[in-house]
């Protein structure tokens, strides 16, 4: 088991930065690939960045270049680092572990990117 806790969200002007962290904690974190989703308003939860237990990251065409993934094996975190935000970032963030026949989430963190 993999208890998922999010914090770091919030309200920001579009162009601001924002940095999620993910508190992971159970079994060895270090085994799961560690992701952030997304859902806005109406739409359907999207992969947004991913890290491998490896090391190797995956992001959507969307935030490449904006958004950075990070873990902390030694301490179980997992941070998304979000700069040059725009509206369409907004939306619940989510904090993932993945492995073969595993899957768990967090409870999400709102980040609303508006004037």
């Known amino acids: 088991q993999v208890q998922l806790v999010e914090s770091g969200g919030g309200l920001v002007q579009p162009g601001g930065s924002l940095r999620l962290s993910c508190a992971a904690s159970?079994?060895?974190?270090?085994?799961?690939?560690g992701n952030w989703y997304r859902q806005a308003p109406g739409k359907q939860r999207e992969l947004v960045a991913t890290m491998h237990p490896g090391g190797t990251t995956t992001y959507a065409d969307s935030v490449k270049g904006r958004f950075t993934i990070s873990r902390d094996n030694a301490k179980n975190w997992v941070y998304l680092q979000m700069y040059n935000l725009e509206p369409e970032d907004t939306a619940v963030y989510y904090c993932n572990a993945k492995r073969p026949f595993s899957n768990y989430w967090g409870q999400g963190t709102q980040v609303t990117v508006s004037s």
């Open positions: 159970g079994s060895i974190f270090s085994t799961y690939s």
